[in-house]
């Protein structure tokens, strides 16, 4: 492990990043979503011994990916916003539902691949060590993104229940 690096700070800038992953796209949520971005370049520029200029290219990868993972989120609450009101029509549109439905699949596929793709833009900008290094770092984020994850559901569990949402108050009727 490198001086100056601590775990518990990787820990809790993980737990930011699996807040703002889990997050609506909300402009409150917007520092959250820049300080996991910023943790999450500068833990991999550690850890691969990246130069500054690389840094900065992979910081803007993460963010591209954040932002499309934003958007994407974004249109998947529309789609399901479509599919409730067609659901709520009697008899339910066949035709619109499974237009949405095809859509929020299709939807869902594209942020599935986000991951991946941006690892692999990622990739080519290293050399093959540090390529071989990022490989080996995968899977220590990713548990460390999986226990934040837990620590927030776990959290969360203790806060009273609210049926408009967390965080959010009722709308005025």
Do not use: C, Y
Not at 6 to 25: E, I, K, M, W, Y
Not at 29 to 58: G, N, S
């Amino acid at each position: 492990m490198k001086a100056g690096f601590r775990p518990g700070l990787a820990t809790s800038a993980l737990a930011a990043l699996v807040l703002a992953v889990g997050a609506r796209p909300v402009q409150a949520h917007r520092p959250v979503r820049e300080r996991a971005r910023t943790f999450l370049t500068l833990r991999l520029a550690d850890a691969l011994d990246l130069p500054d200029e690389k840094a900065l290219q992979v910081g803007r990868i993460i963010r591209k990916a954040d932002e499309q993972r934003v958007a994407l989120l974004e249109r998947r609450r529309q789609v399901e916003e479509k599919l409730r009101a067609a659901l709520e029509q009697s008899p339910p549109p066949a035709e619109e539902i499974t237009r949405w439905v095809a859509e929020a699949n299709a939807i869902d596929e594209q942020l599935a691949g986000i991951p991946q793709q941006s690892l692999r833009e990622i990739q080519q900008l290293l050399t093959l060590e540090q390529q071989a290094k990022l490989v080996l770092l995968r899977p220590e984020l990713r548990e460390q993104i999986r226990r934040a994850a837990r620590a927030e559901r776990e959290r969360g569990q203790r806060q009273p229940w609210r049926p408009w949402g967390r965080g959010r108050e009722p709308a005025d009727d």
